[in-house]
């Protein structure tokens, strides 16, 4: 799966997408990640990328000409799925949207900044604009880095236990149930009994019921019935 992600600061991306599963991935070749400086194709000899907004208002726009500069040219190269604008008025990001995205082959990630991006190019080359929720981040960048990680570690082969994705909280609807390792004891708080007996069905159980009274305690929206 290859991600082009278009950023005004592409040194925000690096670290995030640089390490643990992320970096794995990308050293066996199962995940390209290329991020691209849209200063890289600003106007002039200063390389302008942002201008005020017409009809006033605080802050910076980005400017459509090098914003569409910049995705004709990656355009060129690949077929993109989608065209994405990380945005905090976009569709909340969740994990069937993760799920989703995790069956394309080519994503491209426009991480806004300043005030965001002119309409134009929402309105006429972005095919998708995301959320990761209801606050406002200073620009996409970490916004895109958590899209590329969930989205990234469901491809196939990604993780090392394939099946451990599955049991993700919300994979199946519901927070995942509390985890332990040794020791037995740890200044005087044991571990629940049930995981050291050895029965796999009372513990599949056990798990299956911390989960549901995990879920209904703290995200009852979640719930279904
Ligand atoms: Cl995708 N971008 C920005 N700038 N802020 C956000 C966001 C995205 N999602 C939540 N807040």
Redesign the pocket.
Known sequence: MHFSIISVVPELLESPLGHSMIRRARDRGLLEIECVDLRTFGLGAYRQVDDYPYGGGAGMVLMAEPLVNCIENLKRQRTYDEIIY???D?KRFDQPMANRLSLNLNLMLIC?HYKGIDQRVRDHWVSLE????D??????EI?ACALVDAVGRLIPGVLNDETSALSDSFQDGLLAPPVYTRPAEFRGFPVPGILLSGHQARIDEWRHEQALQRTAERRPDILGD
Do not use: F, K, R
């Open positions: 990380l945005t905090p976009g806004g995301v959320s990761m929720g606050y406002v981040l200073s620009g996409g916004a």
